[in-house]
């Protein structure tokens, strides 16, 4: 028998599932902090005395990707990924209680006002209500994201590739433990479902589920926006430039493209395209390819760029290509005419993530954070930089490229809406509408 | 000749002056706040000097609906509602200068932190970039949306329904005069298509266009949000409550619910539905029922409530009924066991728009307020008090009952978004992650 059932759940009970998690999110979003993060801390030791069943599922799931590695049906890299050792185990339970001290991100008044005598309007943050994570092979998801929704007391629903569904469920035994312990609330307010259908049949509850965070390839977020009303927290390119201008520091401007790209390409950070000023592309342009190519990055470029790296292996970027994130050691390069020009191609071409310019001249930089569109507008530094941990969040949970709701790194903050509270002593608005019309007060609190 | 020549504008030529739109705004989001007020007292001065043009378009316009209203293919209300007198075409002025008035959305700093030395992070708000408003006829739309997207630094594409269009062609001239006269932006800024099939054609935007507004029908709402990919501004329903609970003033309770219904039927926040606790019900209902056909309700009940009310002409509420939102001098009235099912209520049925509890009881108003998961949640008042004027906001852009974004009523703070902007001075990454690394300070400023 294996560590822990898993029974794949039909399409047709997700929704009920679903509708059981929103009324277990109910009470989870009535609860005090403190509650919250003593659920948390059950949660974390609950696990510790859960880690050999853990590890036990994970074999299971590893043994069965081994075979499908060996088939040739499963990445390497993927592989890696499911693996837990006893101290990526440890590393994840630590993380549960490192969020419980983060802040409370619900229940803060955002804004009181007076809007007469005895009728006082409050603008309030509340939980979400139901979130839907949606992951490939990462076990640390299913903490993570378990812990940051009960933080922000949101109700959760998870699924997971099925090469995890055996840790997943391993687990949930343990959090449902926790929350079955604690007598706060109903463990449906974390669920996890399994199998194939679930997924579409999660996508279809716009009216239950509030928001889907989809954790994985560029093709699992990109299928999910495609296919449901649900708002999607994430972003499915990367496409960041660094932007070399006529006025750049030189030496500053080639350790920023550098860093951009190979401090770790695969993430969606990392700069895809750099485009240089004309004026200083005849300096610039050698010292950058043979920068770049001694950290084993292929070069493509437009016709001048080839023209000024004529000592190179340079090929040509093709018009369609840039929009394309390599997430390789391979980075496209452009000559631009001004910063016109590469304001332009960053509008035209770029995912609106992360973009960098490099110049000492004030009014260049000035355009460029104003008119560049993107979540994230850096000065003079690397673009590798645009990230929940290194901007100070605490916790990251995701990047968006959506301009409404959330933007950029993402913390606590994206998983809570707000509400208006208007506490009155029976006024009506009959007597502020009539005439005499009663006046309102409008008094900030 | 007609007052303003109306063109229409072919489907295919709307991702054109969309981008034209979206380039013009790129102008107006780096203006300062005084700047984008001297535009919008411009605006106002230039339609003072178009006032008799203004007035002969509306004129066509009312003459051709005219003709409509006589074929019956135009309601009698909506006649009404297009036709401008000169007092209403000067409070549309005078609208503009109000907005004028108002603080700029844009270009806040909500944070700033260190994040080493000379690396700073700062999250600053900014306009979304390109707004569509796709309104049916109402004039004063125009000149109000403009004025806001301008006040907060966005472009704006205005779609009138063919029954405004020589009126609204004929603001844009104006508009477009003090635009060109202010020398600060390109006209392109405030775009008004023409026509039928331009709706469908701005739906398809979602890469250029980032808000959609619609104001109009709740048919009209609803087309849009099922028919684009970007985000949309509103609400289709408002189907709100007033729970009547056992600890209710009964007094208030009646002339709350009284006033939620009557006092205005046809808007989005007035009640539809009344539920009263079971343990007043006796006393409550006759009175209520008697309160509410003085002014002519109409009442709707379930069997409990017709028992309650057997001197009463009560028809019975179907199961499907309590979705309905009548927008008229009806109302549904249902008896509840308690609290709770008042709460399954209001969330299977309601439009999570505005819910409203009468009780003296703290811990009832408590729980409704926690949890009820509506943009407004009320204690002891009135469903009409939520509305963006009332609650001081100076303006309304519009009521949402979306969570994401924007929630309740709406001001200009709902047409901007943030970016981050990192203002370094050549740090890369690879510092920070190397052995040792180099730790951040995440000092907030």
Redesign the interface.
Known sequence: MSAAAVEPVKAGDVAELAFAAKRAG?KL??LSASDKDQILSRIAASLERHVAEVLRANEEDAAEARVAVDRGEMSKALYQRLLLSPEKLQGMIDGVRAVAKLDDPAGKMLQR?L?DDG?I?EKVSVP??LLAIIFEARPDAITQISALAIKSGNAVILKGGREVERTMAAVLVAIHEALRGSGLVDEAAVSGVYGRAPVEALLKLSGTI??VIPRGSNALVQHIQNNTDI?VLGHADGVCHVYIDAAA?LD?AI??A??SKV??PAVCNAAETILVHRAIAEAALPALADALEAKQVKIRGDGRTRGFLSGHAVDLVGDDEWHTEYSDLVVAVRVVDDLDEALDHIERYGSHHTDSIVTEDADAAR?F???V??????????T???DGF???FGSEVGIST????A???VGLEGLV??????????????D??GKPARP?K?LKL
Chains 1, 2 share one sequence.
């Open positions: 109910r979003a009535s006002t809007l009728l309007l979400l209500g509030d928001l708002p520091d500053m350790a920023i550098v860093d401090q770790y355009r954070l104003d008119e569109d993107s979540a994230n507008v850096l000065h003079n530094c690397s590798r930089f645009s290194r901007y100070g959506s301009k409404l709701h933007r950029g790194p809406t707000y509400k208006y509270r208007l506490l009155g002593h029976g006024q009506v608005v009959k502020y509408a309102f409008h």
